[in-house]
């Protein structure tokens, strides 16, 4: 495998982690993730991110360098944009091989370095206005862009090619292979990196959705032709496209988010499954889009990604000893984390000798500032007076998504 040229002298040396790991231990990856790093070479060399050893990634790594006559070892500079071990995992045997190598983190990465890989020397803050001058026409600048997604965060920007290196900023999941940038793509792949955009977005990004929105603004200064994120595609035709989807996804925060529904359901005995039919059928027949998802049989990184951008949630669940359904406990802890705010709610559920699953939804969910209309909870199986009254309250809330301003 060789390196891929961005422009003259910069260069994209990546690896494809394969799915039989979950990414951050969490995200299902069925069709993996790329892992970019980024070499710049001037009269100095810098490589900006780096990987940790996962899944034959070093020796990918080691081959696209040799394809470009650089080694590990030649490297002058390393540019830590974030901390994060699947960009930083190999720091400790890379300073082994090579201990006149410099590194160039934010402020706040600096502790990081030490704490994690116990590496003082050679270590130089940067932050927004620094640059450095690797000779040759090739000037690095840099950009603090706290929370994206940890506090220590930041960009770096080559200025003579235009080329953004915004690290897990305008990322996505799944390999990349033969078709690297965005004119290459079919829109067979299209299709496929938008949807793996919203999902990483929504898994990895979306509570820091303000911190987006604000370095969004903050890099709008910069003549971006081209940019290069650690996770995905290389944006060179189209960059603004990206941009754009991270501006709108980041958008959904505060709301409003897009007019579909999505209903997620849990049933122990089959009482509450009764009702989802009816359910899908009533939002259907108000013409909104309605996306389903099972849980615990579907993995929240699925059910999280579908949320994040609708407008209205209909949750369905039993109660179990008292309190909710513990599969959906799990799904609206996630809510929560990734600040999934201001939705359009109804929830429905049966319940055996008592209730309580409502009680708990409420105090969870509170914090999240969503609108619910009245919930429809019923013992044992429900008659069909139950079926219609849900139904009514499914239609109601697809009523008010389709007429969101």
Same mark, same amino acid.
């Given at each position: 495998?060789?390196?891929?040229?961005?422009? $003259?002298?910069?260069?994209?040396?990546?690896?494809?982690?394969?799915?039989? +790991?979950?990414?951050?231990?969490?995200?299902?990856?069925?069709?993996?993730?790329?892992?970019?790093?980024?070499?710049?070479?001037?009269?100095?060399?810098?490589?900006?991110?780096?990987?940790?050893?996962?899944?034959?990634?070093?020796?990918? =790594?080691?081959?696209?360098?040799?394809?470009? !006559?650089?080694?590990?070892?030649?490297? +002058?500079?390393?540019?830590?944009?974030?901390? *994060?071990?699947?960009?930083?995992?190999?720091?400790?045997?890379?300073?082994?091989?090579?201990?006149?190598?410099?590194?160039?983190?934010?402020?706040?990465?600096?502790?990081? %370095?030490?704490?994690?890989?116990?590496?003082?020397?050679?270590?130089?803050? %940067?932050?927004?206005? +620094?640059?450095?001058?690797?000779?040759?026409?090739?000037?690095?600048?840099?950009? +603090?862009?706290?929370?994206?997604?940890?506090?220590?965060?930041?960009?770096?920007?080559?200025?003579?090619?235009?080329?953004?290196?915004?690290?897990?900023?305008?990322? $996505?999941?799944?390999?990349?292979?033969?078709?690297?940038?965005?004119? *290459?793509?079919?829109?067979?792949?299209? *299709?496929?990196?938008?949807?793996?955009?919203?999902?990483?977005?929504?898994?990895?990004?979306?509570?820091?959705?303000?911190?987006?929105?604000?370095? =969004?603004?903050?890099?709008?200064?910069?003549?971006?032709?081209?940019?290069?994120?650690?996770?995905?595609?290389?944006?060179?035709?189209?960059?603004?496209?990206?941009?754009?989807?991270?501006?709108?996804?980041?958008?959904?925060?505060?709301?409003?988010?897009?007019?579909?529904?999505?209903?997620?359901?849990?049933?122990?005995?089959?009482?509450?499954?009764?009702?989802?039919?009816?359910?899908?059928?009533?939002?259907?027949?108000?013409?909104?889009?309605?996306? %389903?998802?099972?849980?615990?049989?579907?993995?929240?990184?699925?059910?999280?990604?579908?949320?994040?951008?609708?407008?209205?949630?209909?949750?369905?669940?039993?109660?179990?000893?008292?309190?909710?359904?513990?599969?959906?406990?799990?799904?609206?802890?996630?809510?929560?984390?990734?600040?999934?705010?201001?939705?359009? =709610?109804?929830?429905?559920?049966?319940?055996?000798?008592?209730?309580?699953?409502?009680?708990?939804?409420?105090?969870?969910?509170?914090?999240?500032?969503?609108?619910?209309?009245?919930? %429809?909870?019923?013992? !044992?199986?429900?008659?069909?007076?139950?079926?219609?009254?849900?139904?009514?309250?499914?239609? *109601?809330?697809?009523?008010?998504?389709?007429?969101?301003?």
């Amino acid at each position: 495998m060789s390196a891929v040229e961005l422009a $003259s002298g910069v260069y994209r040396i990546a690896a494809n982690i394969g799915n039989k +790991d979950l990414f951050e231990g969490i995200w299902p990856i069925p069709d993996g993730v790329s892992i970019n790093s980024y070499l710049v070479k001037g009269e100095k060399t810098a490589l900006i991110d780096l990987v940790k050893d996962w899944d034959d990634a070093l020796s990918q =790594i080691n081959e696209q360098l040799s394809s470009v !006559g650089a080694e590990f070892k030649d490297i +002058d500079y390393l540019i830590l944009n974030h901390m *994060e071990p699947d960009h930083t995992g190999w720091l400790a045997e890379l300073k082994k091989q090579n201990p006149n190598l410099e590194i160039l983190c934010s402020k706040k990465a600096v502790p990081l %370095v030490k704490a994690f890989y116990k590496i003082e020397d050679g270590v130089t803050s %940067v932050g927004s206005g +620094d640059s450095l001058d690797l000779g040759g026409g090739k000037v690095l600048l840099f950009e +603090d862009t706290p929370n994206i997604h940890w506090p220590e965060t930041m960009v770096t920007f080559e200025k003579s090619t235009g080329i953004l290196f915004s690290c897990d900023a305008f990322g $996505s999941f799944g390999q990349v292979k033969d078709r690297v940038f965005d004119d *290459e793509l079919t829109m067979e792949d299209r *299709e496929f990196y938008e949807r793996e955009t919203l999902r990483y977005y929504a898994n990895i990004v979306s509570t820091f959705s303000s911190f987006v929105l604000k370095a =969004i603004e903050k890099l709008g200064g910069l003549d971006i032709r081209m940019i290069a994120p650690s996770h995905g595609i290389i944006w060179r035709k189209n960059p603004s496209e990206v941009i754009e989807q991270y501006r709108r996804l980041a958008s959904y925060h505060n709301g409003p988010a897009e007019k579909e529904i999505t209903l997620i359901w849990s049933s122990m005995y089959g009482n509450t499954e009764k009702l989802v039919r009816p359910l899908i059928e009533a939002v259907e027949s108000e013409g909104v889009k309605i996306n %389903v998802h099972r849980v615990p049989q579907e993995h929240i990184s699925f059910v999280l990604a579908d949320a994040w951008k609708s407008a209205g949630l209909i949750f369905g669940m039993p109660t179990y000893e008292y309190r909710m359904f513990p599969p959906m406990a799990h799904v609206l802890d996630i809510f929560d984390r990734s600040h999934v705010k201001f939705r359009k =709610i109804f929830r429905f559920g049966s319940f055996g000798w008592s209730g309580g699953a409502q009680k708990q939804f409420h105090e969870m969910t509170e914090a999240l500032k969503w609108e619910c209309i009245e919930p %429809v909870e019923w013992q !044992g199986a429900a008659d069909e007076q139950i079926i219609q009254k849900a139904v009514e309250q499914a239609r *109601e809330l697809a009523r008010q998504i389709k007429n969101m301003e």
